[in-house]
């Protein structure tokens, strides 16, 4: 292909037949995005789940929501393991039950 025809082109993309630069922009990232939610219109199974210490005098300060995505064969659903935060007397810390441990760790 003759050169004036490459350049029409935009054959490497840096200059045009008219001699001027052409520049692309990219889209930058977003950082921070975190993982995407999982449908609302999945079914959601919730698992309670308790500190092993004893809670007696504390107070529920909230709770901490971990989903999860299972499957059974043709039917995809969310296990919920829900742990109570409590706060212990006179500020002496916070108690929360474990999760149970996952096939690849921090996975959905």
Do not use: H
Not at 20 to 31: G, H, N
Not at 49 to 77: D, Q, R
Request: proline share 6%.
């Amino acid at each position: 292909m003759p050169e004036t025809d490459q350049a029409k082109m935009g054959g490497d993309g840096e200059a045009d037949s008219d001699g001027e630069t052409v520049t692309v922009k990219r889209k930058k990232r977003e950082k921070g995005q975190g993982r995407m939610t999982l449908p609302e219109t999945l079914r959601r199974e919730d698992v309670y789940i308790e500190p092993t210490e004893s809670t007696e005098g504390c107070v529920v300060i909230g709770e901490e929501v971990t989903e999860v995505l299972e499957m059974k064969p043709a039917e995809f659903y969310v296990t919920r393991y829900i742990r109570k935060r409590y706060a212990k007397p006179n500020g002496e810390g916070i108690l929360m039950g474990t999760l149970p441990d996952r096939a690849i760790e921090k996975g959905i």
